[in-house]
């Protein structure tokens, strides 16, 4: 049995499967419906269901509140249709435009850039190359049939490998073979591109790109895909860790305020130790973003990187700096996917 479902305002039509999810049916289909975590936790994939029933599977009650959930609202990942649907979503432009492909992939390079991140570059097949937008990532295909999912940290045009940032997580059990078993010419299969973190190019607003630790990964994607198109808008990148080391290209960022014009570069540090020497801005870094630039209203920002920063940035930007609250872009580590990305 399958379900039509009716997207407004755009009016796409796409079928949905008896068990499958609305999100899972309209990637399949190509129509770029927002989405992040794609498991309950972040809101990315929320819209409303104006006709018609569906049931959601499990989430976090936070990211749909019981009160949300009776005025018809829903997270389109974990909602599978009990009958047709009309729907009401923001559609991404541009984001069902790239096939999804599963693909093997060979190891062509690790790199430790600081003692816990590394950097793994993988080679397609000679006659393959991946379509993506800078900010999307990929997922790893494991045997036991779960996935981790990582970000490209390359922009798409330097296409010679795909370039991920892996943080360790001691004791997951993918992370632990990457910074131990795993050797060059290994080799992995993943799914992508995914995602609809990606800048959105018809705007003309200038850009905060938000990044903390390993999230800074599609954030460089980003700002070289901008770089390349001679995107002139002013850009400027907050990028906090808790350690100096937290932030493993600092010279590169520094080297982009030197060669990308309307670049800014604000590195923020949240724990800073004594023998680190560390003389920038400290705390948190949303909260630099605000001391900055305490009237967001014009502008949009690009964030990612752990979910509670994400969280504390879309409240109080939106509260405290009259964000609007649709141009607040974010790809979040949630706690599911933090488990995921072990
Ligand atoms: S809650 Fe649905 S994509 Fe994150």
Same mark, same amino acid.
């Given at each position: 049995?399958?379900?039509? #479902?009716?997207?407004?305002?755009?009016?796409?039509?796409?079928?949905?499967?008896?068990?499958?999810? #609305?999100?899972?049916?309209?990637?399949?289909?190509?129509?770029?419906?927002?989405?992040?975590?794609?498991?309950?936790?972040?809101?990315?994939?929320?819209?409303?269901?104006?006709?018609?029933? !569906?049931?959601?599977?499990?989430?976090?009650?936070?990211?749909?509140? !019981?009160?949300?959930?009776?005025?018809?609202?829903?997270?389109?990942?974990?909602?599978?249709?009990?009958?047709? +649907?009309?729907?009401?979503?923001?559609? #991404?432009?541009?984001?069902?435009?790239?096939?999804?492909?599963?693909?093997?992939?060979?190891?062509?390079?690790?790199?430790?850039?600081?003692?816990?991140?590394?950097?793994?570059?993988?080679?397609?097949?000679?006659?393959?190359?991946?379509?993506?937008?800078?900010?999307?990532? *990929?997922?790893? +295909?494991?045997?036991?049939?779960?996935?981790?999912?990582?970000?490209?940290?390359?922009?798409?045009?330097?296409?010679?490998?795909?370039?991920?940032? *892996?943080?360790?997580? $001691?004791?997951?059990?993918?992370?632990?073979?990457?910074?131990?078993?795993?050797?060059?010419?290994?080799?992995?299969?993943?799914?992508?591109?995914?995602?609809?973190?990606?800048?959105?190019?018809?705007?003309?607003?200038?850009?905060?790109?938000?990044?903390?630790?390993?999230?800074?990964?599609?954030?460089?994607?980003?700002?070289?895909?901008?770089?390349?198109?001679?995107?002139?808008?002013?850009?400027?990148?907050?990028?906090?860790?808790?350690?100096?080391?937290?932030?493993?290209?600092?010279?590169?960022?520094?080297?982009?305020?030197?060669?990308?014009?309307?670049?800014?570069?604000? $590195?923020?540090?949240?724990?800073?130790?004594?023998?680190?020497?560390?003389?920038?801005?400290?705390?948190?870094?949303?909260?630099? !973003?605000?001391?900055?630039?305490?009237?967001?209203?014009?502008?949009?920002?690009?964030?990612?990187?752990?979910?509670?920063?994400?969280?504390?940035?879309?409240?109080?930007?939106?509260?405290?700096?009259?964000?609007?609250?649709?141009?607040?872009?974010?790809?979040?580590?949630?706690?599911?996917?933090?488990?995921?990305?072990?």
């Amino acid at each position: 049995m399958t379900f039509q #479902v009716t997207v407004q305002p755009s009016g796409r039509q796409f079928t949905c499967d008896e068990g499958e999810t #609305v999100l899972a049916a309209a990637i399949r289909a190509g129509v770029g419906l927002p989405y992040g975590c794609k498991n309950g936790a972040c809101g990315s994939c929320k819209g409303k269901v104006l006709e018609g029933a !569906v049931v959601h599977g499990k989430h976090q009650e936070k990211t749909l509140p !019981v009160a949300e959930e009776q005025q018809g609202l829903s997270l389109f990942c974990c909602a599978t249709p009990q009958s047709d +649907l009309v729907i009401e979503a923001r559609e #991404v432009l541009g984001a069902g435009d790239y096939p999804i492909k599963k693909l093997p992939s060979r190891v062509a390079k690790l790199e430790k850039l600081t003692d816990d991140v590394m950097l793994v570059a993988l080679q397609l097949p000679a006659a393959e190359r991946l379509q993506y937008r800078a900010g999307q990532y *990929i997922e790893f +295909l494991l045997k036991d049939g779960k996935r981790r999912s990582y970000s490209m940290a390359n922009a798409p045009h330097l296409d010679e490998h795909i370039t991920l940032h *892996i943080r360790h997580m $001691p004791g997951g059990l993918f992370t632990d073979h990457v910074f131990g078993a795993m050797k060059e010419r290994d080799i992995l299969r993943f799914e992508g591109p995914l995602g609809t973190f990606f800048l959105r190019e018809e705007s003309d607003k200038p850009i905060v790109l938000l990044a903390s630790g390993t999230g800074f990964a599609p954030i460089k994607a980003i700002i070289e895909h901008a770089a390349h198109q001679k995107i002139a808008r002013p850009m400027t990148l907050y990028w906090g860790g808790r350690r100096p080391k937290d932030l493993y290209m600092h010279a590169l960022c520094e080297e982009w305020t030197r060669t990308l014009p309307n670049f800014k570069y604000v $590195p923020v540090v949240s724990d800073a130790q004594p023998e680190d020497g560390w003389t920038g801005r400290a705390g948190f870094v949303h909260q630099a !973003v605000m001391q900055d630039l305490p009237d967001l209203s014009s502008h949009q920002v690009y964030a990612c990187g752990a979910p509670l920063m994400i969280e504390a940035a879309q409240r109080d930007f939106s509260a405290q700096c009259g964000l609007p609250e649709d141009e607040f872009y974010a790809d979040s580590f949630t706690s599911e996917a933090d488990l995921a990305k072990a």
